[in-house]
């Protein structure tokens, strides 16, 4: 198995690498964590927090390869997926609450349809978030 876990460096990106850590690991998947600077001038302090966050997955027995890209995020992953097979494709994403029909934003919802893998969107809730983690499957249970 193959799975691609992409990275701003933001908090709601930490949730997709403690769930992509999650599933990665049990199942021994070949995992590549993708950095997406927005500007070449955020690439440098991007790399050092996917390093950080790479020595987490590894903390959690997954092998990780880094890339680092700068663009627009949208169009990286696709970019990206369009080059490479995976079968899962992780995202954080930021809870701002229920509009409508949708939870998630435009660009979270342009990555699930413009992408061929299936695409997990780890949400990050903004109040009480800072004091959960994701450590075993039971705590994505937990309210």
């Known amino acids: ?10 908090p709601s990106a930490e949730t997709a690498i403690q769930l992509g850590g999650l599933l990665a690991g049990p199942l021994k998947a070949e995992t590549t964590l993708l950095g997406i ?3 070449s001038q955020d690439e440098s302090p991007l790399r050092e927090t996917l390093q950080a966050q790479a020595q987490s ?3 959690r ?8 890209q ?12 369009s080059k490479a097979a995976y079968d899962l494709v992780v995202i954080g994403a930021r809870w701002t609450g229920a509009t ?8 979270t919802y342009e990555v699930i349809k413009a992408i061929r ?7 990050r809730a903004e109040k009480n978030s800072s004091s959960q983690r994701c450590n075993s499957p039971a705590d994505l249970l937990r309210p």
């Not at 027995?61 to 680092?68: A, H, W």
């Not at 700068?70 to 997926?81: A, F, N």
């Not at 409508?100 to 660009?107: D, I």
């Not at 893998?117 to 949400?123: I, K, N, Q, T, Y």
């Open 57 to 59: 997955l590894q903390a």
């Open 61 to 68: 027995g997954v092998s990780v390869d880094i890339m680092v």
């Open 37 to 39: 600077a927005e500007t």
């Open 70 to 81: 700068s663009g627009e995020p949208v169009r990286q992953i696709t970019d990206h997926t």
């Open 1 to 10: 198995m193959k799975i691609l876990i992409c990275s701003d460096g933001t």
């Open 117 to 123: 893998p299936p695409v997990l969107v780890a949400v």
């Open 100 to 107: 409508g029909h949708y939870w998630r934003s435009a660009k």
